[in-house]
């Protein structure tokens, strides 16, 4: 009994001394993190977050690391991923870290523009969430579901799987559909299959559906009774609701998940710095502004409001690495919904 005894105070013993052997280095590593950033005294940080969003985020880490200056560029994607690429051609390399859309990966990847970096934030993050390489990390994310009016539809009435959404009842201008939801159905096609994925859109594009542009305006339309059904962004949807309208959401299951990779530059200017700004947009203080954004956070122990935007349904990711063939899958969509 005494020999058992002691086998075990000395696994826990060894054990002990593990944790903290580990948690010695995280604390050394840490602080040489902070220190070269404190000599860098500057992080700069391009984002296609809105602006005012943007803005607090970069206050709130100022004050907690006041020794390091935050400079913010902010712009759309695609202005975006020309900005990168035509200063690298210049020979300019300004940022240190980027967050924008999941198509910019590969570009950036391909020039060798990336830096591959795993935050210890990672450990709170789903592994589907992140790069196994370490290239990026989803900052935030927004998911594909079917909305509906709820003054047109009964709840019991709503399609509540892909298969039913091609009821005839939908037909003739009842659904809103995107004209630019080229990631829905890259995403599909990675769980699904090409074939079946390409032969679904097909059948929904035989329903007739409105195709128009962006989420705001369509979701907006939606509540004022325009369509009865919309494909569109969960959290555009949800922040109606929670002001009243007459609009509610469920998930087709697996529901695709747009991913907004943040990124580090491969030739940061302040590299201590870049990972400093990364590790804090990607810890529970960092992600919980995202919930006061009404914005999607990924974190396991920050909870989207309401939980329902990430929780409790299948969900397959309209990855990064998927964009390899987005040239082909944008022209299919095209070519599916006659949109050219």
Not at 295 to 308: A, L, Y
């Amino acid at each position: 009994m005494r020999r058992k005894w002691l086998i075990v105070l000395g696994l826990f013993l060894t054990a002990l001394v593990s944790l903290s052997s580990l948690s010695w280095s995280q604390t050394v590593l840490n602080s040489k993190v902070i220190e070269g950033a404190k000599k860098e005294g500057q992080v700069v940080w391009y984002s296609t977050m809105t602006l005012d969003q943007s803005k607090v985020v970069v206050d709130r880490f100022q004050k907690k690391y006041p020794f390091i200056k935050p400079e913010l560029f902010r712009t759309g994607g695609g202005p975006l991923l020309n900005k990168i690429l035509t200063e690298a051609r210049g020979g300019l390399y300004a940022w240190d870290v980027v967050v924008g859309r999941g198509e910019m990966v590969l570009p950036l990847k391909e020039k060798n523009l990336l830096a591959t970096y795993r935050s210890p934030e990672t450990k709170m993050i789903d592994k589907d969430l992140t790069d196994a390489k370490g290239f990026w990390t989803a900052y935030y994310v927004n998911a594909y579901v079917l909305g509906w009016n709820t003054k047109l539809v009964k709840k019991d009435q709503v399609p509540k799987t892909y298969e039913a959404l091609l009821d005839p009842k939908w037909k003739g201008g009842q659904i809103s559909v995107d004209t630019e939801a080229y990631g829905m159905l890259q995403g599909l096609i990675g769980v699904w299959g090409k074939e079946k994925a390409v032969a679904y859109f097909k059948k929904l594009a035989a329903q007739e559906p409105v195709p128009k542009r962006g989420n705001t305006e369509r979701v907006q339309l939606a509540v004022a009774g325009e369509y009865p059904l919309i494909i569109a962004y969960n959290q555009t949807m949800e922040r109606m609701t929670q002001r009243g309208a007459p609009i509610d959401w469920l998930p087709l299951e697996p529901a695709v998940v747009q991913v907004n990779p943040a990124m580090i530059a491969a030739k940061a200017p302040h590299p201590n710095a870049a990972r400093l700004f990364a590790d804090f947009i990607l810890s529970k203080e960092g992600q919980e502004m995202l919930r006061h954004f009404q914005r999607i956070p990924v974190r396991k122990d920050v909870e989207p409001d309401p939980p329902r935007l990430f929780r409790g349904f299948k969900r397959v990711l309209e990855s990064p690495e998927g964009y390899k063939n987005f040239d082909e899958t944008v022209k299919l969509y095209l070519d599916i919904f006659k949109l050219r």
